[in-house]
């Protein structure tokens, strides 16, 4: 287009000269036409802006991210010209369409119509825009452009993938799965109380102290440990969707999938998140596990629900200290993560940290009975070191 403008400034200009030393009607005549020229492409411009007409159509509204699902869009020259250089933009940030490429340019013979039928993906878990973003049309002579925000976008709700894992690490099987042995099938849970004259201050529950600005106690029951539980973190630090989608995606990929796994073990799984208050999901066999599913698909993320909040209420919960595992899926590996884990560990608890994110952390865990895994948002989980 730079190009074509440069030849046409320079034709105007030699026509210019032309008129100004010779004269004559071959002259003028070449002047005129040179410069109605960009009017002329401005009125075919504004012709095909109003006439040409573009439809898209999508097999649902409700998606699962990174499964296919067809996606038709039509272009339509309802006027008795001919239109071209049309080209079609597609939002690419969140989803892919298969086949079709943004520098393609369409023309369109009058009263006929181009229909393309292809397929569309999306990457992540959430609601945004997918299909055609923008209309970009130029004139014959390739001298301007004009493009155009689609008004008539589609709007997706996305779910999140379930992947089905073959296995998780020896360690963090082991850890999760039943003993058969008498001897290992009861141990001592934690419970909260109050602290009473005499007990013993290594006993403690700093956390729980901390919160209620009283002295609190883990309280040994002897009661069977059973089921897996997670610790799901659903803060969002920032409004920009390139940066939260991502790790979302991943968290709610990874809690589905580690249930689902262990599910199919029947061994009981417990989500906690929050959701302004502790919120639980639970999932005890495979017949209930698609309304598990379908409840972590509606979590919301927000500012609201830091990560430190959660362990906060969650030290204070005794179930949370029945399990023989419990996992964390979180976005940072911070210190009141570490803290947690360290306290499901003086608890008897196994614990493992999930890192979503695609720097590596600065601490990798170290302390004995903490396994810490950096997960980034664009690996494959059937190919990560669980």
């Known amino acids: ?11 105007w200009i030699l026509s210019l000269v032309g008129i100004s030393f010779f004269g004559g009607p071959v002259s003028y005549g070449f002047f005129a036409m040179l410069t109605l020229l960009p009017l002329v492409s401005l009125v075919y411009l504004f012709f095909v802006f109003h006439f040409f007409r573009i439809y898209q159509e999508l097999d649902g509204k409700h998606l699962v991210a990174d499964q296919t699902v067809p996606f038709y869009f039509t272009l339509m020259n309802e006027y008795f010209f001919g239109f071209a250089g049309i080209r079609v933009r597609f939002f690419s940030s969140f989803s892919t369409i298969s086949g079709l490429d943004d520098a393609a340019e369409y023309e369109l013979l009058p009263k006929t119509g181009i229909k393309k039928q292809t397929s569309l993906a999306c990457k992540y878990r959430g609601e945004y825009e997918v299909g055609i973003k923008m209309v970009e049309i130029q004139d014959y002579f390739r001298l301007f452009r004009i493009a155009y925000h689609n008004r008539e976008t589609l709007r997706v709700i996305v779910k999140p993938n379930l992947v089905e894992l073959s296995g998780l690490g020896s360690e963090n099987l082991e850890q999760a799965l039943p003993r058969d042995s008498q001897a290992n099938a009861s141990e001592t849970d934690a419970l909260v109380r109050k602290y009473e004259a005499g007990d013993d201050p290594r006993r403690i529950h700093w956390m729980a102290s901390a919160r209620s600005s009283e002295l609190f106690v883990r309280n040994l029951t ?12 659903t803060h969002r630090p920032s409004e920009d969707p390139l ?27 417990h989500a906690h998140y929050l959701q302004g208050t502790l919120t639980e999901a639970s999932a005890a066999g495979l017949e209930r596990f ?4 379908e409840m972590l698909s509606g979590t919301e993320f927000g500012k609201s629900f830091p990560e430190a909040e959660l362990f906060a209420q ?60 950096r997960i980034g948002t664009q690996e494959d989980l059937k190919e990560v070191a669980l």
């Open 314 to 373: 969650a030290s204070g919960r005794p179930e949370v200290f029945r399990f023989k595992t419990v996992y964390m899926v979180v976005r940072e590996l911070s210190a009141e993560a570490l803290q947690m884990a360290k306290l499901l560990r003086d608890n008897h608890v196994f614990a493992v940290i999930y890192v979503i994110s695609d720097e590596i952390p600065q601490e990798q865990g170290g302390d004995a009975g903490i396994s810490v895994v």
């Open 222 to 233: 002897g009661q069977e440990r059973e089921g897996v539980g997670i610790l799901m973190g």
């Open 1 to 11: 287009m730079k190009r074509n403008r440069i030849i046409f400034l320079i034709l």
């Open 290 to 293: 698609d309304a598990f599913y």
């Open 243 to 269: 940066l939260y989608l991502p790790v979302e995606n991943k968290i709610l990929e990874l809690t589905l999938a580690l249930a689902l796994f262990f599910v199919k073990k029947n061994i009981e799984v």
